[in-house]
């Protein structure tokens, strides 16, 4: 048994009667009489509705089990769908009308596109923004049938919950019945939709998702008896309609996550909770709504993410330690360890929950745990993830089996592994991460969203991230060619390809995971190319997408080395395709928005950093003691 979102649907021909019926709830902890076993038990809120598209039911019950201290109920009644300027008719869920904020609302192919208020951490400003979008009107075009094409089926890939949109289906694949779990909601799939509904100034869809996703996050989870820390948030989820117990004529929905205990290979998703973060804050950005993430349950679901990514174990790099196919890539890849995707993504959700925990006792020493790890995350990925022409070939004169805290080569990485296509490959002038650090071994592979998403959260440095985007542009023919964007380079191939992948039939060279082109990554590249003032490398892989992607029915991903194939297994009307172009496309043309969604370089991280690599600070020597506290959450 598990918590459960259920909504009540009823069966053609009976009365319009319509309930919002509830969660399981753990009745101890509400105080009121629970079941003798003291587990679960369905509650309903028996709430009239005056017709299912018109009402919707959030109830902010946070179920955490019996070990859980934060509880609260605190349902809450919207009525009429939000519309695009944030007005929610007679619903108490918005504190405040998001139009009443402080935005900016410009008119891109009559579609309401929403500014955003001036966030405290916005080092880029916005005339420079605004200048570099200029370097690139001339790629503008209005009333574009593709956009057009684009917005429907996004439209028409909403998924509802008790007449409310929730989130939006994987893939809408008109030609093909073989739908595996691609009509989920997976949580990041969402993010490109939710961050195009922001934009269009839909807000609603995306409350609903954080409201319903945070209480999912809390289900009872177990795999082969085996259960999951709580804060874990499920890889997708679906809205299933199931008999309601003791009525023959009506049905109830419900929502049924899948934290990767049905997934293929049993993935655990450790991504989700981090974009679930950085949406969050998204949200907040772009509607002026601040209630959401005040809430406490939504507090408490921060808290629990981050107390799961924050707990002490047995690893000795801030880097954050997963399995593989723990993120983007959900099968085996060779990416288990420390992952560049994982850090990325981690490092942001930690610089947003920084800005959203509400201080107070209860946090204090989370917040102190959360900036200990940004400073010793952020030394390690700039200094031991790096790589250009300079340190391959220090790498390459490396010693080996150095014993001592001032070793050069401290993860004893043995200078062969440097493979002759890097050699080549290297341009002179650019670098940028390598997809993961182990002992002994670096995995020199370029990974696209962990490159881009380095840039987007300042994990990078200035400097790093120029470099990245110079290494984009001087590699285009291999990263974009054809369709944008390697989701990897290069592919694994033969021996590698049989070892690192277990010889997977759907991982070949340079299909899908494996050296494939995601359409997708279109909406990273172009957050980072806005951040980076140099928008027109966007708008030049936006412009190469456009030439295909509404002929080629928006595929989820793309074969071959210059990705001139639709992948073999590709699904058709991928909808994170489809948002992923459309948000690059509404960002090149509104460049201010994407401020809401990256994360500029904070003073105190630098300054830390400064002092750890200054040669006259005694700290700096074992580089440790310095950032380690204990805290308790
Ligand atoms: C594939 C992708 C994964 C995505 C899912 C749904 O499994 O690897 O990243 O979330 O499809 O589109």
């Not at 028996?46 to 598209?53: E, G, L, T």
């Not at 406490?296 to 330690?321: E, H």
């Not at 969604?597 to 105190?604: G, H, K, P, S, V």
Request: glycine residues 8%; proline residues 5%; hydrophobic residues 40%.
């Amino acid at each position: 048994m598990g918590i459960s979102g259920a909504a009540v649907h009823v069966v053609p021909g009976t009365a319009p009667r319509h309930f919002c019926s509830g969660l399981y709830i753990n009745t101890s902890q509400l105080g009121i009489s629970s079941k003798p076993s003291g587990k679960y038990r369905k509650k309903k809120c028996s709430v009239y509705m005056r017709s299912q598209s018109n009402c919707m039911r959030v109830c902010g019950v946070r179920v955490v089990n019996n070990r859980s201290k934060s509880l609260k109920c605190q349902c809450q009644m919207t009525e009429g769908i939000t519309d695009m300027t944030g007005k929610d008719g007679n619903g108490a869920c918005l504190k405040e009308p998001a139009g009443k904020t402080s935005q900016i609302f410009t008119d891109v192919n009559s579609q309401k596109v929403i500014g955003l208020e001036n966030g405290p951490a916005m080092a880029i400003d916005d005339k420079s923004v605004l200048a570099g979008a200029a370097k690139h009107a001339m790629h503008k075009k209005r009333g574009n049938s593709v956009e057009d094409e684009a917005w429907s089926l996004l439209q028409e890939s909403m998924v509802y919950y008790c007449g409310s949109p929730v989130g939006t289906i994987a893939a809408k694949d008109p030609s093909d019945n073989n739908v595996l779990n691609y009509d989920q909601v997976f949580i990041r799939d969402f993010i490109p939709s939710g961050i195009a509904f922001l934009l269009k100034g839909e807000y609603e869809i995306v409350r609903n998702f954080i409201l319903h996703t945070l209480q999912l996050q809390s289900w009872e989870k177990t795999m082969d008896c085996h259960s999951p820390g709580q804060g874990l948030m499920p890889a997708s989820f679906k809205v299933r309609t199931a008999p309601l117990d003791g009525d023959d004529f009506a049905t109830e929905e419900v929502l049924d996550p899948d934290f990767g205990e049905a997934a293929i290979g049993r993935v655990a998703p450790v991504d989700s909770g981090l974009w679930w973060i950085i949406l969050l804050r998204a949200y907040g950005k772009c509607s002026g709504d601040l209630s959401v993430q005040e809430r406490i349950d939504v507090q408490t679901g921060i808290k629990m993410i981050l107390k799961l990514c924050l707990a002490d174990g047995f690893d000795m790099f801030p880097t954050l330690l997963v399995t593989d196919g723990s993120c983007m890539i959900d099968r085996r890849m060779g990416i288990h360890g420390h992952p560049l995707e994982i850090q990325a993504l981690f490092y942001s959700a930690l610089l947003c929950a920084r800005e959203m925990l509400a201080p107070g006792d209860g946090s204090a020493d989370l917040i102190r745990a959360l900036n200990n790890r940004l400073i010793a995350l952020s030394f390690h990925i700039r200094e031991y993830y790096w790589v250009d022409m300079r340190k391959l070939n220090e790498i390459y004169r490396y010693k080996q089996e150095e014993y001592s805290y001032d070793a050069v080569n401290k993860f004893n990485i043995y200078p062969d592994q440097i493979s002759p296509w890097l050699v080549e490959w290297m341009p002179d002038k650019g670098g940028y991460l390598i997809g993961n650090l182990q002992p002994a071994h670096m995995d020199f592979r370029f990974f696209s969203l962990g490159n881009l998403w380095s840039i987007v959260s300042s994990l990078a440095t200035v400097n790093q991230s120029h470099a990245i985007l110079d290494l984009i542009e001087a590699k285009w023919s291999d990263l974009v060619a054809d369709m944008p964007f390697k989701i990897c380079y290069p592919a694994l191939e033969g021996q590698e390809w049989r070892i690192i992948t277990g010889s997977d039939p759907k991982n070949t060279p340079w299909s899908y995971h494996n050296g494939g082109a995601w359409p997708t990554l279109l909406w990273q590249l172009a957050v980072a190319c806005i951040k980076m003032n140099r928008p027109e490398i966007a708008a030049r892989a936006v412009e190469v997408a456009e030439k295909r992607i509404a002929a080629d029915k928006w595929p989820e991903y793309y074969d071959t080395k210059q990705a001139r194939f639709i992948g073999k297994q590709s699904q058709l009307h991928q909808t994170w395709s489809i948002a992923g172009f459309l948000v690059a496309k509404l960002l090149l043309d509104n460049p201010v928005a994407a401020k809401t969604l990256w994360n500029d370089e904070d003073a105190e991280i630098i300054n830390a950093l400064n002092i750890m690599v200054d040669p006259s600070n005694p700290k700096r020597k074992r580089g440790r003691k310095v950032l380690k506290k204990t805290y308790i959450i």
